[in-house]
C-alpha cells in the first residue's frame, strides 16, 4: 500500500485503513514495490482475482451450481463475480484455440493448395472443347430456364472477381446489374477474399470467435427460461448466471480437451475419454442440483437445452462468417 496520505489521483485525503480512494475509487497501490504485489492487484484490477480464486477454483471444478446458488443468495464478495470468470475461461479457451490449436501457416498453405486447385479446375473446365459443349447443352435443354439464368449470372459475377481491375460501387452495378448496398459489399469482399487467398478472411473468422461464444450465453439461458417456465421462481438473470458458470466450466474442459487432442500419445483416448466423462457428469449434476427436478425431467431437459444450443451454434457460427465476410 502507498504511504501517502492523499490519494494521487485527485489529492482526497486519505485514512490510514483504506484501500480506495472514496473520491474516485482508484486503488491506493504503491508501485515502487516488488513485481508480485503489482501483478497480484494488476489482475485483481482487471478479473477480480485474488484471495476469491481460492475460495472459487474447488467448487468451479467440482460443483459450479454452487457458484450460483451462493451468488443467488447475495454472498458476492467472496467468489470470483460469474461475468469476470466467464471472461477469465474465454481468453484461455481462445488463446489455446488460437495459438496452440490454430496453424496459422499451415491454413495459409491448405488455402494456397485450394486456390491453386479450383485454378487448375477451371483451366481443365476452359480446355473442353466447342463441340463436347454444345452437346452438353442440347442434352439438357429441357432443364430449367431460371436456374440456367442463375448459373450464367453467378458465373458472370466469379468471372468479374477474379479479373476485374475496377470494383467501385458504380461499376460493379453497371457491369453485374446489382443494385442492393449489401450485394455490391459482397462482391468487393469476395473479390478481396480471392485475391488474399481467403487468409485475412480467416484471421477475421478467428478474431470474431469471442463475439460469437458470448451470443451463445444469453441463448442458452433464453433456453432454460422457458424450460423451467413452470419453475415458481423464474427470472431470467438465475438461468444467466448459471449459464455463465455452465459456459465458463465448458471452455475450461474443452480447453484440457484440445491439449491433450493436440499431443501425440499413442494412446490418446485414455486422456480424452475421462475429460468427456467428466463434463457430462459434472454438468447433469449442475442441472440436477440447481433446479431440483428428478432425473428424467432433468436429463430430457438437458437434451432439448443441449439439441436447441447445438442448432443455434450453426446460426450463430454462420452469422460470424457472414459478419467477418462484410469486415475483413
Known sequence: MSKEDNCTNCRNKLKPEDQFCSQCGQSRIDYFTGFKTILKDTLDEVFGIDSKFKHTILPFLTKPQFLTEEFLKGK???YVHPIRLYLFCSIVFIFIFNNIIIDKHTIKLDLDKIFSSQENTQSNLNDLNTEDTDSFNLHFSDTNEEDSINTKHLLKVIDFIKTSNDFSDKT??????????YQVK???QSHYFYSEKGVTFFEAVLENIPIAIMLLVPLF??????????KKQNFYIQHLI????????????????????KIDFTSTDLFLLPIILYWLVISGLMFKKFYDQNWFKTITKICIAYSIHIFMIFWVVLLELFISLLIF
Open 76 to 78: 458476492r464478495q467472496f
Open 172 to 181: 460493379i452495378k453497371d457491369s453485374l446489374d446489382v443494385k442492393e448496398w
Open 242 to 261: 448459471f449459464s455463465m458458470h455452465l459456459h465458463a466450466f465448458s471452455l475450461v474442459f474443452f480447453s484440457f480437451f484440445l491439449i491433450f487432442a
Open 186 to 188: 459482397l462482391i468487393r
Open 221 to 230: 439461458a433464453l433456453y432454460l427460461k422457458l424450460l423451467y417456465v413452470r
